[in-house]
Each structure stands twice: as C-alpha cells, then as structure tokens.
C-alpha cells in the first residue's frame, strides 16, 4: 500500500497502471512521480538509469514498440505530461502465459496514471492529441545494441490502434513482421 500512488493490475501480469495521488489546496497541487522505496513493493528494484522526455506534435502519430533484449531489459515507468496518449504494452517474455498479448491504456495529465512496465515488455504509444509531452523513467541506459522492436502494423499482434497512423519514424515503420522464429526474451 503507497501513501502515494495507487497501483491498478491490467490483464497481464506484472503490467499495471500507477495512479498518482497529488496533494493540494487552493495554491495547486503535489505530485510524486517516482519514489523508489514506494515502487520497490511494486516490481521496482533497480536505481533509474535515464530520464528521456518526447515532444510529439502531431495528433495520430505512433512511437513504437521498443524494448531492449537481454541483460539490457529494462522497467519503464511512462507518464504523459501534456495531452493524450493511448499506450501500449506488448508481452514478450518467453515463458509467460500471455505471450505477444497486448494491453492499453489512456495516459493524460489530467487522469495521473503512469504505466509501469516490467522487463520483457515492447512499448508504444499513439497521439490522441497535438502537441503530446512524455515522460520516460528506465531502469537501465539505452544500448543500441540491444534494441528490438516490433512492428505496430503485424497482424500476429492484432493491435487496434484508435486513429489512422499521421506519422511514424522510419526506424518504426520498417521493423520485422514476426515469424515462427521468434520465441520472445528471457527476463
């Protein structure tokens, strides 16, 4: 139990919705965003390794689905700062029961969720809104290296997106169709 957050479970184990809970009074309010002795109950054990921050300008765009591979996995803990976004969380742990499922959620700054992703989850995420402020907490620093993605676009995935892609990168848009060879990541 957190004086601060309360943590929302989702379908998929270990994935789950944080709700802040600010403090205020007639000058505004208090928002803890991350406090490491709260979450540690929570899954998270590691110190935070970067902070990333994203701009996206235009209604419609999607970001995704990133992850890194082994021993690079990360924990992510994603909030929206400014407008709307409908963000998505794809299993691909190995050994899990729901294995290249999918959950998403509304993040707003008016509704004080974050995600908290586990390892061996893909990220993503669609504008619902212009102008989308993002907020990136991850348990360990970004290695090319390591990077995997999957496409938001494959039909073994399924994912429904709520509006027609605007924009995408590049980078996004080419990443592989899966195949049978896939098998997931060890977490």
């Given at each position: 139990?957190?004086?601060?957050?309360?943590?929302?479970?989702?379908?998929?184990?270990?994935?789950?919705?944080?709700?802040?809970?600010?403090?205020?009074?007639?000058?505004?309010?208090?928002?803890?965003?991350?406090?490491?002795?709260?979450?540690?109950?929570?899954?998270?054990?590691?110190?935070?390794?970067?902070?990333?921050?994203?701009?996206?300008?235009?209604?419609?765009?999607?970001?995704?689905?990133?992850?890194?591979?082994?021993?690079?996995?990360?924990?992510?803990?994603?909030?929206?700062?400014?407008?709307?976004?409908?963000?998505?969380?794809?299993?691909?742990?190995?050994?899990?029961?729901?294995?290249?499922?999918?959950?998403?959620?509304?993040?707003?700054?008016?509704?004080?969720?974050?995600?908290?992703?586990?390892?061996?989850?893909?990220?993503?995420?669609?504008?619902?809104?212009?102008?989308?402020?993002?907020?990136?907490?991850?348990?360990?620093?970004?290695?090319?290296?390591?990077?995997?993605?999957?496409?938001?676009?494959?039909?073994?995935?399924?994912?429904?997106?709520?509006?027609?892609?605007?924009?995408?990168?590049?980078?996004?848009?080419?990443?592989?169709?899966?195949?049978n060879e896939f098998s997931g990541v060890s977490v």
């Amino acid at each position: 139990m957190s004086d601060r957050f309360d943590l929302i479970p989702t379908p998929l184990a270990g994935l789950h919705l944080l709700k802040r809970k600010p403090l205020g009074d007639e000058r505004g309010y208090l928002e803890r965003m991350f406090c490491a002795d709260e979450l540690a109950s929570f899954g998270w054990q590691q110190p935070i390794s970067q902070i990333n921050r994203t701009l996206t300008v235009k209604k419609g765009t999607f970001r995704g689905l990133h992850m890194q591979r082994p021993p690079y996995t990360e924990m992510k803990l994603i909030t929206c700062l400014k407008g709307e976004v409908w963000d998505v969380a794809v299993d691909v742990r190995r050994d899990s029961p729901t294995f290249l499922q999918w959950h998403a959620v509304i993040l707003s700054a008016e509704n004080k969720c974050s995600y908290l992703l586990p390892e061996g989850f893909a990220h993503g995420f669609q504008t619902l809104t212009d102008e989308v402020e993002m907020m990136y907490c991850h348990s360990q620093r970004y290695m090319p290296t390591h990077e995997l993605g999957l496409n938001i676009l494959d039909e073994k995935l399924g994912i429904n997106l709520p509006l027609a892609i605007s924009e995408i990168s590049g980078k996004d848009r080419v990443f592989p169709m899966l195949n049978n060879e896939f098998s997931g990541v060890s977490v």
